[in-house]
């Protein structure tokens, strides 16, 4: 199965990204691993005429952290290097546990955090865990830069807030308290390289008197795109984090999401996983507090 | 070294032993060379143009800008390769590419060769077809409706392929008398074998309009005769080679309009042509297990004597007819076995739909109605208040049992597997008693190690063999088996190997090519190791029987004293009476020229006072038998199903390399496993919406369970070295263990495949209350 | 518009010309000769085009020839040195880990990989770092007992180095 031909480019800085980008206006398209994109043009659902490929741009790999303040992840930073990282693991766990389940182990070498959020697939792993972390992007190019709740950058199906020479530069996930707790949580329907029935992210923060003071629940693979469930989290509001409310907010976040049926599965059943799997998440995020 | 069981009393040094495969090496190198590897001079590439419509006349098929594009050397339409064929000869339906009519979504209408991959697709893409367009069916019931079009014009204006009946005994009578009789309804999906390497095939003609075929196929000798019958040429002027092959499964077993097209193409261009497949083309091409809806009765008396199986069932064909009318057979087949059933009646009728053709896979005939029947009698079982395997063993069949069919099973310890099984895994104890969510469930299976019919009518034997010896090259086996993986090589050279007491090292097999190989009808129906082994046994034999005759001058001893043992001819009552192997190979050629030998084998058939012998698929030489223990963990919240373990006891006769044994056992497990409870080729609107390897799921290795397998003591003695199938029996059991463990955990029996999360939730959400 | 590209292959360098849409399996098998990289589904969703790339397992079908330049590419080719087979590779024909071999050059090579990461792996460990690639004739039993055999011949030394 061959490619189409197209033009190929591939930067070394930043500002040669930056000026292919405005030249080539709408024509092209970042390639970053390639595991989502060039299967798409395999397929024939896209046809860049050019390619900028970023796997040269050091400037847009890493990940560090500010003690207080937070975690950076530039966009085009493996994931299996966020896989990998002490740092994630310590810090953005639910991130963590979300990449585990991203693909296999060469997608996760070969793909990007970046690519898995410009992509936007309503399923994409990374999507509910950084929402639910909180986290900000950086968009950047034509000279400026601009930042953005993640959750606003999702315009609707697989389509994102990226303007003509506009491109994402990196990740931010704000530090965790100590009396907070997140979680990410999938259903697959086998063990590995899944597109998810669901996928949620979930995280809260306690008040001193072990109640939740503040949540946010992400869903993914049930909407159009990833989405916050807005209700359920006041569902947990002010409300002791129990079993009785983690259950009572799965209800609630079902009958915020609206699924479609596919090949993997009726509307009815990612509602009803939708149930478990934020109850399941809460609870596991919850327990994650208290180990820690 | 692991070595198998070993009932039958002869001390082997070969046989019985789990040496490593001689083609593991070039394998684990990556130096075998499959036929997508191999590349000739000024080579062209071929690619298929596909139907987007699922029903439609083809009006007019425009080439010219196709062929006008530069680097494209010929076109090929399918009314210029008009002759029909089938691997059923007798009512051949199928043609390189579509004539006048597309039956399914990716049916091939045009092929090109070009220089080069991308010029092909370009052409592909030039080439303009009219269609118009007609209803298409996706399911049997909907092509059987009143005023449907029929799919094969030829036919009698209706789209049943094949309507088949037997009876055997009075069922009626059996089951009015029954004291229990279970009624139900089953439904299976169709699924594809998914083997890792696509179909690819290169072709060559040379001087005088020969060609030579490289192809992954299964069947060299069914390949190299629709080659002949397509092309138009002699057999003789054919020769069909198999490269390494990366697997078949039964899909494999058909000739592959890659294989025909190619050859059109070569022959018209004079360049050699390789078409290899897509993914997606491999799934258009599917020839996969058939989906099949079944209505079963069983009836049983009041002791769980099993009385009667009336099996009624709509097989789902496809467009074509391929394996189609033996898979029914097949199935009509495997009803009357393991267990000893006095009244069957089989009713079965396939029909045509407007998607890829179904046809053998693995175990072909046999997964589906044991789905069916192996759960029934779990179900039956606990309605006497009975242990399921207390049933099956009361049932069970033993060596010498002769079917209602008339097929005789001479050699069977499927006791001893279900003995072993139920006690290795602590079924009696676990059974019932785990806590809501968990379960564990049996079930067991045989299949046939081949078959006296052959496809069309034939007198010749099944199998041959040639063995050479000589100083020079040592011993040299040449037998027509297709090895496509799961190591027949092998198996001819150790059973050479035993034969003519020489090292497994010595011998060396050549195999799958039809200019140098000896005649063999191929790789199905798990007839390899008995059939061929048994041809090239006694060509060993025979070979033994030359070198004797020079031993015995030389050592002054009688030739039917002699034995070959350790490289060496020496007498069995003095056994300081020898001669080396090669010194007696060496006299043998000085003396009398080249030291060959040929062997070959076919099925016994029986007859018995006029009745039918094995019911239109003929009577298999032998039976492997197997048992397997599932234990299932259900998510009652999500309706996933993790299958924990399976525990295997396989009665495979006398394991001739007990590691392959195995690896074919647990490739099964993890296979079945698969069309348990993920795999389904869906179809939608007018196509199959999966033909790729991301939404068609097969296991991977974060799926499978713990498996623990084990070999029976077993000998068969009429077998080559006492060996039987184990290819396609472990496969059988797999799907109803898992699902008797899935009723033993949540009280819900399925029936329909597969059995998803979604089903298993929904099932959980009606259950009553208790 | 084609490009000269230096690619490392097994420690070899070798220039060949691309184009931009030629995909870096294709290169391997056809303009490089090394067809132990296999394709069985050209849309990563097998694994038998797993090739290391600065040591890490790639999808070879999924990546493009063009963006690989001065890369460290390692194919299964690769592994066997000075005429010994690499010890998964005499694990995997050991312990019966092949059967049709299409998926092997692939599944070795992740396997290299993960024993890089985790040199004595348990079976939890293999069934994480191993889910990229299918197998379908053996049911991975013996791909896992190859791997950890493996891993504990690295602690001890090796297996026996065959000679070939």
């Known amino acids: 199965m061959g490619l189409p031909a197209f033009e190929y480019y591939c930067p070394d800085t930043s500002a040669e990204l930056e000026r292919l980008l405005s030249e080539c206006g709408g024509q092209a398209k970042i390639l970053a691993g390639g595991t989502d994109l060039l299967v798409q043009i395999k397929g024939g659902f896209q046809s860049p005429a050019v390619l900028i490929d970023i796997g040269n741009l050091e400037s847009l790999q890493g990940i560090s952290h500010k003690e207080g303040k937070g975690t950076e992840i530039l966009a085009g930073t493996k994931i299996a290097a966020i896989e990998e990282s002490p740092l994630i693991r310590e810090k953005v766990l639910a991130l963590y546990q979300a990449v585990r389940l991203l693909g296999s182990p060469q997608v996760r070498a070969m793909a990007t955090l970046g690519g898995n959020i410009c992509n936007a697939s309503p399923s994409a792993e990374t999507l509910p865990a950084l929402i639910a972390l909180g986290s900000e992007l950086t968009v950047a190019g034509n000279g400026s830069e601009r930042n953005l709740p993640v959750e606003s950058f999702f315009l609707d199906y697989r389509k994102v807030d990226l303007g003509p020479g506009e491109y994402l530069k990196s990740v931010f996930v704000p530090e965790q308290s100590n009396v907070s707790g997140s979680a990410y949580l999938c259903r697959m329907l086998r063990g590995a390289m899944e597109i998810d029935i669901v996928n949620v992210g979930v995280w809260f923060l306690m008040d001193t008197e072990g109640r939740c003071q503040k949540a946010r629940i992400a869903l993914g693979s049930v909407a159009p795109k990833p989405f916050r469930a807005y209700e359920a989290e006041a569902v947990l509001t002010g409300k002791p984090l129990s079993e009785d409310n983690f259950q009572q907010a799965g209800k609630v976040a079902s009958s915020e999401s609206s699924p479609i049926d596919d090949i993997r599965g009726s509307a009815e059943y990612r509602r009803d996983i939708v149930r478990v799997m934020v109850a399941r998440a809460l609870s596991m995020a919850s327990k994650s507090l208290q180990n820690s | ?770 | 518009m084609k490009q000269v590209i230096e690619l490392i292959i097994n420690g070899e360098p070798s220039e060949v010309i691309v184009r931009p849409n030629e995909l870096l399996v294709d290169v391997i098998r056809d303009k490089i000769g090394l067809t132990g990289t296999k394709k069985g589904c050209g849309a990563g969703d097998c694994g038998a085009c797993t090739v290391l790339m600065e040591g890490k397992p790639i999808l070879s079908c999924l990546t493009l020839a063009i963006s690989c330049q001065g890369k460290h590419i390692e194919t299964i080719e690769g592994l066997a040195k000075d005429g010994t087979l690499h010890p998964l590779q005499q694990t995997f024909v050991k312990k019966g880990a092949i059967q049709c071999g299409y998926c092997t050059p692939g599944m070795i090579l992740s396997a290299k990989a993960l024993l890089r990461k985790t040199p004595d792996p348990d079976p939890e460990d293999i069934r994480y770092e191993m889910a990229g690639n299918l197998c379908r004739c053996t049911g991975y039993k013996k791909i896992i007992e190859a791997i950890i055999e493996a891993g504990q011949g690295a602690h001890e030394g090796g297996p026996e180095r065959v000679r070939i």
């Open chain 2, 1 to 770: 070294m692991k070595e198998a069981p070993n009932v039958s009393g002869f001390d082997f040094s070969v046989i019985g032993k789990g040496l490593p495969r001689k083609d593991a090496w070039e394998k684990a190198t990556g130096a075998a060379q499959y036929t997508d590897d191999l590349k000739l001079p000024r080579m062209l590439v071929g690619k298929i143009k596909r139907s987007p419509h699922a029903h439609a006349r083809i009006l007019s098929i425009d080439t010219k800008k196709a062929k006008a594009l530069p680097g494209v050397k010929a076109v090929l339409v399918g009314s210029e390769a008009p002759n029909l064929y089938g691997i059923m000869p007798q009512t051949p339906t199928e043609s390189a590419l579509s004539i006048d009519k597309v039956r399914f979504v990716g049916e091939g209408v045009a092929a090109v060769a070009a220089v080069d991959e991308d010029t092909a697709s370009e052409a592909l893409e030039l080439i303009n077809v009219e269609y118009e367009p007609l209803p298409a069916y996706l399911t049997p019931e909907e092509a059987l409706e009143d005023g449907a079009v029929p799919i094969h014009e030829d036919k009698k204006g209706n789209n049943i392929i094949y309507e088949g009946k037997q009876s055997f005994g009075d069922v009626d009578q059996a089951l009015s008398r029954s004291a229990y009789v279970l009624e139900k309804n089953f439904y299976t999906q169709c699924v594809n074998h998914a083997f890792m390497e696509p179909h690819s095939a290169l072709a060559r003609f040379d001087e005088g309009e020969r060609l030579t075929l490289w192809s992954s196929s299964q069947i060299p000798h069914y390949l190299h005769r629709t080659l002949s019958l397509v092309l138009g040429i002699p057999m003789q002027r054919i020769r069909v080679i198999l490269p390494t092959i990366g697997g078949g499964f039964g899909g494999k077993g058909e000739v592959a309009s890659n294989e025909l097209c190619a050859a059109f193409l070569a022959r018209r261009t004079g360049r050699p042509v390789k078409i290899t497949f897509e993914r997606e083309e491999v799934f258009f091409t599917n020839k996969g297990r058939h989906p099949m809806r079944m209505h079963i009765k069983v009836g049983v008396d009041e002791n769980g004597i099993l009385q009667a199986i009336d099996f009624d069932t709509l097989m789902d064909g496809g467009a074509y007819l391929g394996w189609g009318v033996v898979v029914m057979f097949y199935c009509a087949a495997m009803l009357h076995l393991p267990y000893k059933v006095p009244n069957v009646r089989f009713h079965g009728m396939r029909v045509y739909t407007n998607k890829p053709t179904c046809g053998a896979m693995r175990g072909l005939g046999g997964v589906q109605p044991r789905f069916a029947l192996e759960t029934m009698l779990d179900e039956i079982a606990l309605k006497l208040d009975m242990s399921p395997y207390e049933l099956k063993r009361k049932n069970a069949v033993e060596s010498g049992h002769t079917t209602a069919l008339n097929n005789y099973v001479r050699h069977s310890e499927y006791k001893k597997c279900l003995d072993n099984v139920v006690k290795r895994s602590g079924y009696l104890e676990k059974r019932g008693k785990l806590p809501f969510g968990k379960g564990i469930g049996l079930a067991g299976a045989h299949y046939s190690s081949g078959t006296s019919y052959t496809l069309y009518l034939a007198y010749k034997p099944h199998s041959s063999a040639l063995i050479r010896v000589d100083t020079e090259s040592g011993v040299s086996v040449y037998c027509g088996a297709a090895d496509i993986g799961q190591g027949s090589d092998m198996v001819m050279g150790m059973i050479a190997a035993e034969t003519l007491g020489v090292p497994y090292s010595d011998v060396q097999v050549y195999s799958g090519d039809t200019g140098i190989t000896p005649f063999d009808l191929g790789t199905f129906s798990s007839r390899v190791t008995v059939a061929c082994g048994h041809a090239v046994e006694e060509a060993a034999l025979e070979i033994n029987k030359k070198l004797f005759g020079v031993a015995a001058v030389s050592l002054g001893v009688q030739g039917e004293q002699l034995t070959s043992q350790n490289g060496k001819i020496l007498s069995q009552f003095e056994q300081k009476k020898s001669m080396d192997f090669w010194e007696a190979v060496g006299k043998y050629i000085s003396a009398s020229g080249p030291l060959t030998a040929t062997g070959h084998y076919t099925p016994p058939r029986r007859s018995a006072s006029g009745k039918v012998q094995g019911g239109n698929i003929g009577h298999a030489p032998t039976y492997g038998f197997t048992a397997q223990v599932a234990e299932v963990e259900v998510d009652i919240e999500t309706g996933e199903v993790r299958v924990m373990k399976v525990t295997e006891s396989g009665d495979c006769g006398q394991a001739i390399n007990p590691i392959s044994v195995e690896g074919q056992v647990e490739g099964s497990i993890v296979m079945g496993m698969g069309q348990a409870l993920f795999e389904e080729m869906v179809a939608e609107g007018d196509r199959v919406i999966n033909p790729n390897l991301h939404e068609y799921r097969i296991p991977t290795i974060a799926d499978m369970p713990e498996i623990d397998t084990e070999i029976v003591e077993s000998y068969d003695p009429e077998s080559p070295y006492g060996a039987k199938e184990c290819g396609e029996g472990p496969i059988q059991p797999v799907i109803p263990a898992i699902l008797n463990a899935i009723y033993d955990a949540i009280g819900v029996r399925f029936n329909e495949l597969p059995v998803t999360p979604e089903k298993v939730l929904a099932a959980l959400h009606e259950r009553p209350a208790s």
